[in-house]
């Protein structure tokens, strides 16, 4: 059963930056196509970044958040990375990672109740303060 733990939530001011780390283990991680979620409190969850298996060459963000945030992978350390700059209080949220071997089930999942995404995060939370 795979497995994968988000660390680096916090709190920070407006304007700062937070970098999310998410470790897998239990599965080829080379082999999945990873995301990052966040759900505010009474939102929906939504989709703020995605990265292609492999390289990790393709990478996909949401017009709310592109330019802002930058989604990485170090196959190596079997590890992907959030970094999030220009935080604003609407960032605010627990943000999950998730990996999945085909990456259209991350990019629809918030959208297509028909898709299920392999492996959860348990999520770490972010707070920006204004």
């Known amino acids: 059963q795979g497995q994968l733990v988000e660390s680096g939530g916090g709190l920070v001011q407006a304007g700062g930056s937070l970098r999310l780390s998410c470790a897998a283990s239990?599965?080829?991680?080379?082999?999945?196509?990873m995301g990052w979620f966040r759900q505010a409190p009474g939102k929906e969850r939504e989709l703020v970044a995605t990265i292609s298996r492999g390289g990790g060459g393709s990478q996909y963000y949401p017009d709310s958040i592109k330019g802002r945030f930058t989604i990485s992978r170090d196959n190596a350390k079997n590890t992907v990375y959030l970094q999030m700059n220009s935080l604003k209080p609407e960032d605010t949220a627990v943000y999950t990672c998730?990996?999945?071997?085909?990456?259209?089930?991350?990019?629809?999942?918030?959208?297509?109740?028909?898709?299920?995404?392999?492996?959860w995060g348990q999520g770490t939370l972010v707070t920006v303060s204004s």
């Open positions: 998730a990996a999945d071997p085909i990456l259209h089930h991350l990019l629809v999942f918030t959208t297509d109740k028909d898709i299920n995404v392999e492996v």
């Open positions: 239990g599965r080829t991680f080379s082999n999945y196509a």
